[in-house]
Protein backbone atom coordinates (compact mmCIF):
# COMPACT_ATOMS: atom_id res chain seq x y z
CA UNK A 1 0.00 0.00 0.00
CA UNK A 2 2.90 1.80 0.92
CA UNK A 3 4.74 1.47 -2.46
CA UNK A 4 1.36 2.19 -4.26
CA UNK A 5 0.81 5.69 -2.52
CA UNK A 6 4.49 6.42 -3.37
CA UNK A 7 4.26 5.58 -6.81
CA UNK A 8 0.91 7.98 -6.92
CA UNK A 9 3.01 10.57 -5.50
CA UNK A 10 5.70 10.59 -7.99
CA UNK A 11 3.39 10.60 -10.65
CA UNK A 12 1.40 13.71 -9.28
CA UNK A 13 4.72 15.77 -9.21
CA UNK A 14 5.52 15.18 -12.28
CA UNK A 15 2.34 16.15 -14.03
CA UNK A 16 2.76 19.37 -12.08
CA UNK A 17 6.07 20.33 -13.31
CA UNK A 18 4.89 19.77 -16.93
CA UNK A 19 1.88 21.89 -16.30
CA UNK A 20 4.03 24.89 -14.94
CA UNK A 21 6.56 24.56 -17.88
CA UNK A 22 3.90 24.69 -20.12
CA UNK A 23 2.07 27.87 -18.55
CA UNK A 24 5.24 29.51 -18.40
CA UNK A 25 6.28 28.72 -22.04
CA UNK A 26 2.52 29.75 -22.85
CA UNK A 27 3.34 32.68 -20.71
CA UNK A 28 6.71 33.90 -22.76
CA UNK A 29 4.77 33.51 -26.08
CA UNK A 30 2.59 35.63 -24.85
CA UNK A 31 4.64 37.89 -23.92
CA UNK A 32 6.85 37.86 -27.22
CA UNK A 33 3.54 38.80 -29.51
CA UNK A 34 3.02 41.98 -27.51
CA UNK A 35 6.68 43.23 -27.96
CA UNK A 36 7.22 44.87 -31.61
CA UNK A 37 10.59 45.49 -32.65
CA UNK A 38 11.12 48.97 -34.29
CA UNK A 39 13.98 49.03 -36.86
CA UNK A 40 16.45 51.67 -36.45
CA UNK A 41 15.96 53.90 -39.48
CA UNK A 42 19.38 53.79 -42.00
CA UNK A 43 21.01 57.54 -41.84
CA UNK A 44 22.10 57.98 -45.64
CA UNK A 45 24.44 60.87 -45.49
CA UNK A 46 24.53 62.47 -48.69
CA UNK A 47 27.62 64.83 -49.77
CA UNK A 48 27.20 68.11 -50.68
CA UNK A 49 27.39 69.00 -54.32
CA UNK A 50 31.29 70.54 -54.55
CA UNK A 51 33.04 73.44 -57.44
CA UNK A 52 36.34 72.50 -58.36
CA UNK A 53 38.79 74.50 -56.52
CA UNK A 54 39.08 78.12 -57.86
CA UNK A 55 42.39 78.62 -59.59
CA UNK A 56 43.74 82.06 -59.69
CA UNK A 57 43.18 82.43 -63.60
CA UNK A 58 39.27 82.04 -63.01
CA UNK A 59 39.16 84.33 -59.86
CA UNK A 60 38.32 87.56 -61.49
CA UNK A 61 37.10 89.36 -58.85
CA UNK A 62 37.79 93.16 -58.67
CA UNK A 63 38.96 92.83 -62.33
CA UNK A 64 37.27 93.26 -65.91
CA UNK A 65 38.52 92.73 -69.45
CA UNK A 66 40.43 95.76 -70.82
CA UNK A 67 39.39 97.75 -73.57
CA UNK A 68 43.11 97.88 -75.47
CA UNK A 69 43.69 94.16 -75.06
CA UNK A 70 40.41 92.17 -74.31
CA UNK A 71 42.56 90.78 -71.20
CA UNK A 72 41.90 90.63 -67.62
CA UNK A 73 43.28 93.94 -65.58
CA UNK A 74 42.33 95.69 -62.07
CA UNK A 75 39.31 97.74 -62.38
CA UNK A 76 41.10 100.49 -61.57
CA UNK A 77 43.46 100.28 -64.22
CA UNK A 78 40.62 99.19 -67.15
CA UNK A 79 38.39 102.49 -66.13
CA UNK A 80 41.26 105.01 -66.34
CA UNK A 81 42.35 107.01 -69.27
CA UNK A 82 45.27 105.46 -71.33
CA UNK A 83 48.34 107.63 -72.14
CA UNK A 84 49.26 107.76 -76.14
CA UNK A 85 53.27 108.32 -75.87
CA UNK A 86 54.78 109.46 -79.40
CA UNK A 87 57.89 108.03 -79.74
CA UNK A 88 60.73 108.89 -81.79
CA UNK A 89 61.70 105.78 -84.38
CA UNK A 90 64.91 107.68 -85.71
CA UNK A 91 67.95 105.02 -85.91
CA UNK A 92 69.56 106.33 -83.26
CA UNK A 93 66.50 105.44 -81.05
CA UNK A 94 65.40 103.09 -83.10
CA UNK A 95 64.88 100.37 -79.72
CA UNK A 96 62.84 102.74 -77.84
CA UNK A 97 62.55 102.13 -73.95
CA UNK A 98 58.81 101.88 -72.51
CA UNK A 99 57.56 101.00 -75.77
CA UNK A 100 57.21 97.52 -74.59
CA UNK A 101 54.73 98.26 -71.74
CA UNK A 102 52.05 99.55 -74.79
CA UNK A 103 48.93 97.44 -75.47
CA UNK A 104 48.74 99.13 -79.20
CA UNK A 105 51.23 100.72 -81.09
CA UNK A 106 50.35 103.17 -84.33
CA UNK A 107 52.81 103.36 -86.87
CA UNK A 108 52.49 105.99 -89.91
CA UNK A 109 55.10 108.07 -92.56
CA UNK A 110 55.69 111.30 -91.08
CA UNK A 111 58.18 113.90 -93.72
CA UNK A 112 61.17 112.46 -94.99
CA UNK A 113 60.01 108.87 -95.33
CA UNK A 114 60.92 107.92 -91.88
CA UNK A 115 57.98 106.64 -89.18
CA UNK A 116 57.34 107.94 -85.72
CA UNK A 117 55.22 105.31 -83.26
CA UNK A 118 52.10 106.23 -81.52
CA UNK A 119 51.82 103.99 -78.40
CA UNK A 120 48.80 104.01 -76.28
CA UNK A 121 48.90 101.93 -73.12
CA UNK A 122 46.80 101.68 -69.65
CA UNK A 123 49.87 100.37 -67.78
CA UNK A 124 52.80 102.33 -67.95
CA UNK A 125 55.56 102.28 -65.73
CA UNK A 126 59.72 103.15 -64.93
CA UNK A 127 61.91 106.16 -64.78
CA UNK A 128 62.63 106.14 -68.31
CA UNK A 129 60.22 106.22 -71.10
CA UNK A 130 60.86 107.54 -74.70
CA UNK A 131 62.54 109.14 -76.69
CA UNK A 132 59.51 111.04 -77.43
CA UNK A 133 58.81 113.70 -80.16
CA UNK A 134 56.62 116.59 -81.69
CA UNK A 135 52.88 115.40 -82.53
CA UNK A 136 51.59 115.22 -85.98
CA UNK A 137 47.69 115.92 -86.31
CA UNK A 138 46.76 112.05 -87.63
CA UNK A 139 48.47 110.91 -84.74
CA UNK A 140 46.72 113.23 -82.59
CA UNK A 141 43.26 112.06 -84.44
CA UNK A 142 44.31 108.22 -83.21
CA UNK A 143 44.85 108.84 -80.22
CA UNK A 144 41.33 110.50 -79.95
CA UNK A 145 39.68 107.34 -80.47
CA UNK A 146 40.95 106.20 -77.25
CA UNK A 147 39.90 108.55 -75.25
CA UNK A 148 43.54 109.13 -74.15
CA UNK A 149 45.97 111.18 -72.40
CA UNK A 150 48.32 112.30 -76.21
CA UNK A 151 52.27 112.95 -74.50
CA UNK A 152 54.34 114.60 -77.03
CA UNK A 153 57.31 116.95 -77.04
CA UNK A 154 56.57 119.84 -79.35
CA UNK A 155 54.37 119.71 -82.82
CA UNK A 156 53.35 121.28 -86.28
CA UNK A 157 51.12 124.14 -87.03
CA UNK A 158 48.75 121.29 -88.48
CA UNK A 159 48.72 119.08 -85.00
CA UNK A 160 48.45 122.59 -82.94
CA UNK A 161 45.04 123.04 -84.97
CA UNK A 162 43.92 119.30 -84.40
CA UNK A 163 44.21 119.33 -81.22
CA UNK A 164 42.53 122.43 -80.51
CA UNK A 165 39.61 121.42 -82.58
CA UNK A 166 39.29 118.21 -81.01
CA UNK A 167 39.57 119.10 -77.40
CA UNK A 168 42.46 116.81 -76.97
CA UNK A 169 43.91 116.68 -73.15
CA UNK A 170 47.76 116.89 -73.70
CA UNK A 171 51.30 116.97 -72.14
CA UNK A 172 53.65 118.94 -74.31
CA UNK A 173 57.08 119.65 -73.78
CA UNK A 174 57.04 123.02 -75.16
CA UNK A 175 54.68 124.38 -73.27
CA UNK A 176 54.71 125.34 -69.50
CA UNK A 177 53.80 122.02 -68.84
CA UNK A 178 57.51 120.82 -70.34
CA UNK A 179 59.79 120.73 -67.00
CA UNK A 180 57.22 119.03 -65.50
CA UNK A 181 56.80 115.91 -67.20
CA UNK A 182 59.91 115.68 -69.61
CA UNK A 183 63.73 115.59 -68.93
CA UNK A 184 66.70 115.54 -71.46
CA UNK A 185 69.41 113.10 -71.36
CA UNK A 186 72.58 114.76 -71.78
CA UNK A 187 74.54 112.20 -72.78
CA UNK A 188 72.56 112.47 -76.00
CA UNK A 189 71.93 113.89 -79.03
CA UNK A 190 68.73 116.61 -79.46
CA UNK A 191 66.15 116.12 -80.64
CA UNK A 192 65.77 112.69 -79.77
CA UNK A 193 66.99 112.96 -75.82
CA UNK A 194 63.58 113.37 -74.77
CA UNK A 195 62.03 111.48 -71.96
CA UNK A 196 59.46 110.93 -68.78
CA UNK A 197 58.69 108.53 -66.51
CA UNK A 198 55.45 107.32 -64.96
CA UNK A 199 55.67 109.97 -62.17
CA UNK A 200 56.37 113.06 -64.29
CA UNK A 201 53.33 112.06 -65.95
CA UNK A 202 51.23 111.95 -63.00
CA UNK A 203 52.64 115.21 -61.86
CA UNK A 204 51.48 117.20 -65.10
CA UNK A 205 48.34 115.44 -65.30
CA UNK A 206 47.55 116.97 -61.63
CA UNK A 207 48.83 120.33 -62.48
CA UNK A 208 47.18 120.04 -65.88
CA UNK A 209 43.88 119.06 -63.77
CA UNK A 210 42.82 116.50 -66.60
CA UNK A 211 40.12 113.66 -66.00
CA UNK A 212 41.61 110.50 -65.08
CA UNK A 213 38.96 108.16 -65.78
CA UNK A 214 37.51 107.49 -69.19
CA UNK A 215 34.35 108.97 -70.16
CA UNK A 216 30.74 107.29 -68.37
CA UNK A 217 29.56 106.98 -71.93
CA UNK A 218 32.66 105.75 -73.72
CA UNK A 219 32.56 102.70 -76.12
CA UNK A 220 35.51 100.46 -76.95
CA UNK A 221 37.56 100.55 -79.74
CA UNK A 222 37.44 96.94 -80.56
CA UNK A 223 35.30 93.73 -79.99
CA UNK A 224 37.19 90.78 -78.99
CA UNK A 225 37.23 86.97 -78.55
CA UNK A 226 36.57 85.87 -75.29
CA UNK A 227 39.24 83.37 -76.17
CA UNK A 228 41.92 82.87 -78.48
CA UNK A 229 40.15 81.90 -81.90
CA UNK A 230 41.69 80.91 -85.25
CA UNK A 231 40.32 82.82 -88.20
CA UNK A 232 39.55 81.26 -91.70
CA UNK A 233 42.01 83.46 -94.26
CA UNK A 234 45.50 83.51 -96.72
CA UNK A 235 48.60 82.49 -95.27
CA UNK A 236 50.45 84.89 -92.97
CA UNK A 237 53.90 83.91 -91.73
CA UNK A 238 55.10 87.35 -92.45
CA UNK A 239 54.43 90.46 -93.52
CA UNK A 240 56.51 93.24 -94.63
CA UNK A 241 55.41 96.87 -94.70
CA UNK A 242 57.83 98.81 -97.36
CA UNK A 243 58.37 101.95 -95.19
CA UNK A 244 61.62 103.15 -96.90
CA UNK A 245 63.27 104.34 -93.94
CA UNK A 246 63.57 101.60 -91.51
CA UNK A 247 61.60 98.97 -93.18
CA UNK A 248 59.84 96.90 -90.88
CA UNK A 249 58.35 93.44 -91.25
CA UNK A 250 56.80 90.90 -88.62
CA UNK A 251 57.64 86.97 -88.60
CA UNK A 252 54.88 84.57 -86.91
CA UNK A 253 55.97 82.39 -84.45
CA UNK A 254 53.42 79.39 -84.27
CA UNK A 255 54.91 78.24 -81.30
CA UNK A 256 52.91 81.13 -78.92
CA UNK A 257 51.06 82.57 -81.84
CA UNK A 258 52.32 86.51 -82.25
CA UNK A 259 53.93 88.30 -84.56
CA UNK A 260 57.39 89.49 -83.45
CA UNK A 261 59.02 92.65 -85.25
CA UNK A 262 62.17 93.68 -86.79
CA UNK A 263 63.27 96.75 -88.45
CA UNK A 264 66.58 98.28 -89.58
CA UNK A 265 67.56 94.79 -90.15
CA UNK A 266 67.37 93.37 -86.50
CA UNK A 267 65.41 92.35 -84.07
CA UNK A 268 62.87 95.62 -82.68
CA UNK A 269 62.97 95.93 -78.86
CA UNK A 270 62.46 97.65 -75.73
CA UNK A 271 65.63 98.48 -74.19
CA UNK A 272 64.42 98.91 -70.71
CA UNK A 273 64.01 94.87 -70.97
CA UNK A 274 65.51 94.00 -73.69
CA UNK A 275 62.76 92.11 -74.80
CA UNK A 276 61.80 92.03 -78.77
CA UNK A 277 58.06 93.93 -79.55
CA UNK A 278 55.56 91.41 -80.42
CA UNK A 279 51.47 91.40 -81.27
CA UNK A 280 48.98 89.08 -81.29
CA UNK A 281 46.85 91.31 -84.23
CA UNK A 282 48.15 93.05 -86.87
CA UNK A 283 45.84 95.65 -88.98
CA UNK A 284 47.25 97.14 -92.27
CA UNK A 285 45.15 100.32 -92.46
CA UNK A 286 44.92 102.00 -95.79
CA UNK A 287 44.19 105.53 -96.33
CA UNK A 288 44.57 108.48 -98.56
CA UNK A 289 47.79 110.27 -97.90
CA UNK A 290 49.45 113.01 -99.61
CA UNK A 291 51.46 115.91 -98.97
CA UNK A 292 49.79 118.63 -97.27
CA UNK A 293 52.69 121.56 -97.99
CA UNK A 294 56.49 121.75 -99.67
CA UNK A 295 58.48 120.87 -96.49
CA UNK A 296 57.37 117.56 -96.79
CA UNK A 297 54.60 117.23 -94.30
CA UNK A 298 52.13 114.52 -94.47
CA UNK A 299 47.74 114.56 -93.99
CA UNK A 300 45.16 111.87 -94.18
CA UNK A 301 41.73 111.84 -95.20
CA UNK A 302 40.28 111.06 -91.80
CA UNK A 303 37.44 113.35 -90.26
CA UNK A 304 34.64 111.34 -92.26
CA UNK A 305 36.30 108.56 -94.05
CA UNK A 306 36.81 105.07 -94.84
CA UNK A 307 38.61 102.65 -96.85
CA UNK A 308 39.82 98.78 -96.77
CA UNK A 309 42.89 96.95 -95.14
CA UNK A 310 43.73 93.78 -93.63
CA UNK A 311 43.51 91.99 -90.11
CA UNK A 312 45.86 89.51 -89.32
CA UNK A 313 46.21 86.78 -86.20
CA UNK A 314 47.34 83.44 -86.04
CA UNK A 315 49.08 82.61 -89.14
CA UNK A 316 46.19 84.29 -91.36
CA UNK A 317 44.55 87.36 -92.78
CA UNK A 318 41.79 88.23 -94.02
CA UNK A 319 40.40 91.76 -95.78
CA UNK A 320 38.73 94.06 -94.08
CA UNK A 321 37.13 97.67 -94.46
CA UNK A 322 37.37 100.77 -91.90
CA UNK A 323 35.09 103.73 -91.20
CA UNK A 324 36.10 106.64 -88.89
CA UNK A 325 34.36 109.67 -87.66
CA UNK A 326 36.46 112.21 -86.16
CA UNK A 327 34.29 114.43 -85.03
CA UNK A 328 32.30 112.14 -83.12
CA UNK A 329 35.79 110.37 -81.33
CA UNK A 330 34.26 107.26 -83.55
CA UNK A 331 36.26 105.01 -85.27
CA UNK A 332 35.63 101.15 -86.19
CA UNK A 333 36.93 98.10 -88.16
CA UNK A 334 34.71 95.79 -90.71
CA UNK A 335 35.18 92.06 -91.88
CA UNK A 336 34.16 90.77 -95.17
CA UNK A 337 30.52 90.72 -94.20
CA UNK A 338 29.78 94.23 -92.95
CA UNK A 339 30.03 93.00 -89.41
CA UNK A 340 32.13 94.53 -86.94
CA UNK A 341 35.34 93.23 -86.62
CA UNK A 342 36.05 90.68 -83.67
CA UNK A 343 40.02 90.35 -82.96
CA UNK A 344 42.03 88.23 -80.87
CA UNK A 345 42.68 88.98 -76.95
CA UNK A 346 46.18 90.74 -77.02
CA UNK A 347 48.51 93.31 -77.83
CA UNK A 348 47.74 95.38 -81.61
CA UNK A 349 50.07 96.77 -84.38
CA UNK A 350 48.57 98.94 -86.46
CA UNK A 351 50.20 99.78 -89.71
CA UNK A 352 49.00 103.31 -91.76
CA UNK A 353 49.83 102.97 -95.05
CA UNK A 354 49.41 104.95 -98.09
CA UNK A 355 45.71 103.44 -100.08
CA UNK A 356 48.24 104.10 -103.57
CA UNK A 357 51.21 102.19 -102.53
CA UNK A 358 49.17 98.67 -101.40
CA UNK A 359 51.38 96.37 -103.00
CA UNK A 360 54.28 97.76 -101.13
CA UNK A 361 52.64 95.85 -98.36
CA UNK A 362 54.04 91.94 -99.07
CA UNK A 363 52.32 88.83 -97.47
CA UNK A 364 54.08 85.57 -97.48
Known amino acids: MKKWIYIMFIFLTVLTLGSCKKNKDKKNSDNNQNITIIPSPTVRITPEPTSPPETAEDNHEGEMKSYLTGLWVPIETGTKRPYAIQFSNFKTVRNQWGIGQADIVYEALVEGGITRLLAIGENYSGDRIGSIRSSRHYFASFADEYDAIYIHYGKTKYATSKIKELGIDNLDGETGIGTTVFYRDKSMKAPHNAFTSLDKILAGIEKKGYRTELKSDYEPHFKFYEQDTDIDGSACNKITIKYPYNKPYLEYNSSDKLYYRYQFGEVHKDSNTGEQL ?69 KTYIAIYPNNKTKDVVIE
Do not use: C, H
Not at 297 to 321: C, D, F, H, R, S
Open 278 to 346: KFKNIIVQFVKEWDIDRNGYQTMELENAEGTGYYITNGKMVPITWKKNESKKWMRYYDSSGQELTINPG
